[in-house]
């Protein structure tokens, strides 16, 4: 198991409200996002699956390349793929009020 | 035998509901009325697991236990309800505790005059293994919760599959007032694999599934009066049987309560000429014991 974290701090205003999505099951993961107080973005994961920091990187450098809110993010993973996190980040996305 | 499906057993099967194939949140939100479902300790609570971190696992911010209040059939209702896809369903301290609380709150709610109807969803190996005694230690709190409950309400589970219900919360799952199962459910004290690996693959092979559903699946459970109920994999089917058990009310003695009807069964079965199944149906069927 492994935690890593990633900060953003350029974002444009505080998400409204919460989502949840997700399931720590095989192959899949849960995020929860929340607003961030502080004006940026936070990241933190929890993996089952060691050594992937960059792959993880690039996974959610790209979800912030489109999304610029100041929120908290927290995923716990159990092996998901690259493309399935993305699904799921974009699913907790959607979910959030606009 | 079975007869070839017709067009309107499509339709029925393509319009129906699964539920089995829902989450734990979404699977108490389809037994509860519209709209009347309120999530305590949700996963913002992050109510976790503080030993599978130390174990290298990742937990789950709700431990894997989803606990709703709402209603049904317009009368207050506390569902449990467990996600078999974290960890196998399986019983910590915290999603434990969490269903051992609710139904200690919802017997403080019927002793204050405010009568709320449990539900629990099981779907779930049993003990957490990671978690040991305190696994164990709150699967008898629930236990003991359920028998407490039991005199004021019907205390009514479900099995739905396609995890099952095994172990220590088989026992809670055979303490209900009440229990509804699909076909494709299983209910036992061990599982196959558990079985197998113990005592052989002479003595049961876990792989062949037609021999395990025929011993513990959902339908022969029903036959042989440990399940109350069967009913297809369907969200509404499932619900309205719920609810025809709460208007049923606290009735009949519970299975827990029939001790010598059980006792003579047990006396009278012959572990040196063991029963197939069909054998059981007749000779444990519906109307013998329970």
Redo the contacts between chains.
Sequence with gaps: ?EVLTYDYPAASAPVNG?A?VG????G?L?I?M?PSTDGAAHVTI???VDGYGAIWRSVVDRFFSRFDRAVRI?I???GATPGMVALRLGQAAEQLAP | MTLAPSPQDFERFLARKSFIELGAADRAAAILDPGTARVLLGPFDRLTSPWLPLQGITPQSDDGVTILRGQIDGAPAMVASIESRFQGGSMGEVSGAKIAGALELTLKDHLKGAPTRPVILFETGGVRLQEANLGLAVIAEIHAAIVALRPHAPVVGVVAGLVGCFGGMSLAAGLCSHLIATPQARLGMNGPEVIEQEAGVAELDASDRRLIWSLIGGAQRAATGFVDTLVEDDADAIAQAVRAAFAAGVGAPARTEQVEAYLARIAAYDPAQPADPLAMRRTWGEGEAA
């Design positions: 198991m919460r949840y399931v720590v099951g095989s899949d849960e929860l929340e929890t993996t089952s927290e716990n993973d159990f």
